[in-house]
């Protein structure tokens, strides 16, 4: 049997387009360089207007972090849209000098880590930052990467609901089921993900202590590995219940420091913040934070990673749970112990767990020939075929041809250098942010698209 209750409702009532398009917004970090390769002494962008205003381009953890955050699109697609428009804004902001590091791992890094500068943020995240990285090694927080912030259609759950509202106490229970059954997807398959977008190999010079216990080769993704930012907190996806009751206790007990500091590779998320308040009632969002730059565009992530994600969240939100609400967290925890493997395999090698990849790509292929999708999704499942039967085609192995003794350094300033140039080409940048940087996002999308193609208008709660 293919689908559960769920995904039998949403293939009988035909609302399968409409439910495997997700609202998404999506968040880029990147690292700002100088021509040399350096990380940059430039403080945030004039043209951008105000740091602590700024919706849409922020400062991460350091002030060489930059973030692009689009608004949350009623389409995945538009969301690359404005993520296309607000690179280039980015890019078109910056300093003569300056450029935007490509890859997931920083450039050569100074000797003293400390000299790194901390964003210049409101004083209590100031506070909250300086505090993180007294507890981390000094490298932890550098590594950038894509983040995704995914819900699903309003109108698809309200559809489902009405028939599945006897089995749920209350429609946030029932909201939070489905956010709950995706999120251990994710979690489980990060290996899978890790094998065939994983794009971290190398480390450059001083990221690593000479005596600090480091990789000895190139690896799939090191900042996928326990090396790149990983929370040691236990990890529990019973429930949402189950999951807030974990972090809080977590932060009670002095582990963590907030919510934020929860560092797992699937969150899950309510737009106001608040823990509590997401059992009673219902998570907004779940936030999937594990994929790494990808150097050959751009943007950082291509449209065809979003259609797999596309894929994966329709699968896992239309299939049954992998496996009863006791067993999960150790189901869970083989998923996450399997990632350390993959992300720590050799590049080129082909993973040990070829044969549950295989099975799960199958299943993928079953599980789209019965919704019927379309020839856009046959690709990427081939794509994805070709890298798991052919690790040499797989990212990491990509980017480890430009290695030269050791260094990515000159690819990846090259990269920078021609996304650079390109973002130059544009005759009218868009430079809205210096007299209004905190602009809400109806204001941006009208001043970027106009009325003319402008994404459907994401009504949030």
């Not at 690179?87 to 450039?107: G, K, Q, V, Y």
């Not at 994983?198 to 216990?213: H, L, T, W, Y």
């Amino acid at each position: 049997m293919l689908f559960d209750e769920i995904g039998q409702i949403i293939f009988n009532n035909e609302i399968v387009a409409n439910a495997s398009d997700f609202n998404m917004g999506i968040e880029v970090e990147t690292i700002r360089i100088d021509s040399a390769g350096r990380l940059t002494n430039e403080p945030y962008p004039k043209a951008l207007g105000n740091q602590r205003k700024n919706h849409f381009i922020k400062t991460d953890v350091y002030q060489i972090q930059s973030e692009v955050i689009t608004p949350t699109a009623r389409k995945s697609l538009d969301a690359m849209h404005y993520l296309m428009a607000l690179n280039d804004t980015l890019r078109n902001a910056l300093e003569p000098n300056e450029l935007l590091w490509p890859l997931s791992m920083p450039p050569i890094l100074p000797k003293d880590k400390k000299s790194i500068p901390i964003a210049n943020v409101e004083p209590k995240q100031k506070a909250y930052y300086e505090k993180w990285i007294e507890t981390r090694s000094d490298t932890q927080g550098i590594p950038v990467g894509v983040h995704l912030n995914v819900s699903i259609n309003d109108d698809v759950l309200k559809t489902v609901w009405e028939s599945e509202k006897d089995k749920f106490g209350s429609y946030a229970d029932f909201v939070n089921y489905i956010y709950i059954k995706i999120s251990q997807g994710f979690v489980y398959y990060r290996w899978l993900i890790t094998y065939l977008f994983g794009n971290s190999p190398i480390a450059e010079k001083n990221f690593f202590e000479s005596d600090q216990d480091q990789p000895q080769r190139p690896v799939r993704s090191i900042r996928s590995s326990n090396y790149g930012l990983t929370s040691d907190v236990k990890k529990d996806y019973r429930s949402v219940k189950d999951y807030v009751n974990n972090l809080e206790t977590n932060i009670k007990e002095g582990h963590l420091f907030s919510e934020a500091e929860y560092h797992a590779s699937v969150r899950i998320k309510s737009v106001h913040g608040d823990l509590t308040d997401m059992v009673k009632n219902g998570a907004d969002y779940i936030e999937l934070r594990m994929l790494d730059l990808d150097p050959t565009t751009a943007l950082g992530v291509r449209t065809s990673a979003i259609r797999f994600f596309r894929i994966l969240l329709s699968y896992f939100m239309m299939t049954p749970m992998m496996t009863t609400p006791d067993k999960i967290n150790l189901k869970l925890a083989q998923g996450i112990a399997m990632n350390e493997v993959v992300s720590l395999e050799s590049p080129t090698q082909q993973t040990i767990y070829h044969h549950e990849a295989q099975t799960f790509l199958d299943q993928l292929q079953m599980f789209g020939a019965t919704i019927q999708w379309g020839p856009e999704y046959q690709e990427i499942l081939d794509t994805m075929q070709d890298r798991l039967d052919n690790p040499r085609l797989t990212p990491a192995a990509t980017l480890c041809d430009h290695e030269v003794d050791g260094s990515l350094m000159s690819y990846g300033l090259a990269v920078a250098n021609r996304y650079q140039n390109r973002a130059h080409e544009n005759p009218n940048p868009f430079t809205g942010f210096e007299e209004k940087p905190d602009m809400n996002a109806d204001e941006l999308r009208q001043r970027l698209f106009g009325v003319m193609g402008k994404p459907e208008n994401y009504k949030g709660q």
